[in-house]
């Protein structure tokens, strides 16, 4: 199998695995007992929690570990409009499933909803955020790099419109963190481990001070009084080492990214278009159209190859996806899109052989469909 779907998850870097191994056997203890284990489960918690928080650069602030992104987006969402007076919400129509379906939760609660559109490059228009952001605002929610085509949003920019209005900002960083530089400017970000090569189960919301969200989980507030439940040190730990390793390893990364972008683009050709910008971009997302293409069968025809046709949280729903049709794409389009993502662990030549054996399949397909 070769593994071309970073975007739903990443593989487990050795390193995580290393960090998080004592945590799982021996060292089991409850992170919040007063024992001297907890206490040692405690204070290896608090070195992971520094490792992300150096990851996501924002400086100051607090971060509570979640249970995952859409927890995290949850909570700053919902928990931003129960400690505002302020009942509207600007985010875009490309967002994750977590912040849509939050959203479409609140607007049932009396919350005015402003989904901003994007252009065929999948980029949002700052005049439009601009007329949409006003004093009524309480939060505008977007996301660094799609998830689905890998389109960077002006977040510093939505972030100061945002603060012109004495609105909040959220940032979705999921697919960013680790991969491109998180912007000055938001109040919330909302981070994930198994998006960075750690465990899965694991993520976090940074809060800059003043403000946090009102809990959405109640119980005990073990997590900087804000957040209830016990924590796992074997995730916090491999998330943390995942994040120094992301750090640490940046630069690299992206050229590696750069190097197996410029090869599968080669290895296609140009019979195949991408969806979205090409600049705007993080370069480890490749989102390809052929006209004709019946890109589930290309799935089905290519079962050696882990690859998508868009977010794996939305994969079992059959609808085209709404990022590509929010670009403009007939369903007949969005249903000839595939989505490739790769990164740290993949190799040019594997990448290479499976960018040839897609080829070679949608051949066939427009073959037998002349």
């Not at 007076?85 to 875009?92: E, G, H, S």
């Not at 952001?133 to 890998?150: H, P, Q």
Request: glycine share 10%.
């Amino acid at each position: 199998m070769i593994y071309l779907d970073y975007q739903a998850t990443t593989p487990l870097a050795p390193e995580a695995v290393a960090a998080m191994t004592p945590w799982i056997a021996d060292r089991f203890t409850n992170p919040h007992s007063p024992s001297r284990w907890g206490r040692e489960a405690d204070a290896a918690i608090a070195i992971a929690r520094r490792h992300v928080e150096r990851a996501i650069g924002a400086g100051g602030g607090k971060l509570a570990f979640t249970s995952g992104a859409t927890e995290a987006l949850n909570w700053a969402i919902k928990g931003t409009f129960e400690r505002s007076p302020r009942r509207k919400l600007v985010t875009i129509a490309t967002e994750h499933a977590a912040v849509l379906d939050t959203a479409e939760w609140l607007a049932g609660q009396g919350v005015e909803v402003i989904r901003l559109p994007v252009g065929r490059d999948g980029l949002v228009d700052l005049a439009q955020a601009e007329a949409a952001i006003d004093d009524n605002t309480a939060l505008v929610a977007a996301m660094l790099v799609n998830n689905e085509i890998g389109v960077i949003q002006p977040i510093a920019e939505l972030a100061r419109l945002a603060k012109a209005n004495g609105a909040l900002m959220l940032c979705d960083a999921v697919q960013g963190l680790g991969r491109v530089a998180i912007p000055p400017g938001p109040d919330l970000i909302a981070v994930s481990a198994h998006k960075i090569h750690g465990p899965k189960g694991v993520g976090a919301l940074w809060m800059r001070d003043g403000c946090e969200p009102t809990p959405l989980l109640h119980g005990g507030g073990q997590e900087q009084g804000l957040r209830s439940g016990t924590l796992s040190p074997a995730l916090c730990v491999g998330f943390g080492a995942a994040a120094k390793l992301a750090t640490e390893r940046r630069e690299a990364d992206a050229q590696h990214i750069e190097n197996l972008w410029t090869a599968a683009r080669n290895a296609f050709g140009p019979d195949w278009q991408l969806n979205g910008s090409a600049d705007a971009r993080y370069h480890g997302n490749l989102n390809l159209r052929r006209d004709g293409l019946d890109a589930a069968r290309l799935l089905s025809d290519c079962r050696d190859i882990a690859f998508s046709l868009g977010s794996a949280c939305a994969s079992g729903s059959g609808r085209p996806s709404h990022v590509l049709r929010a670009l403009g794409l007939s369903d007949r389009q969005a249903r000839s899109s595939i989505r490739l993502g790769f990164g740290r662990y993949t190799s040019e030549a594997e990448l290479v052989t499976a960018c040839e054996h897609l080829r070679a399949s949608a051949d066939a397909q427009a073959r037998f469909a002349a």
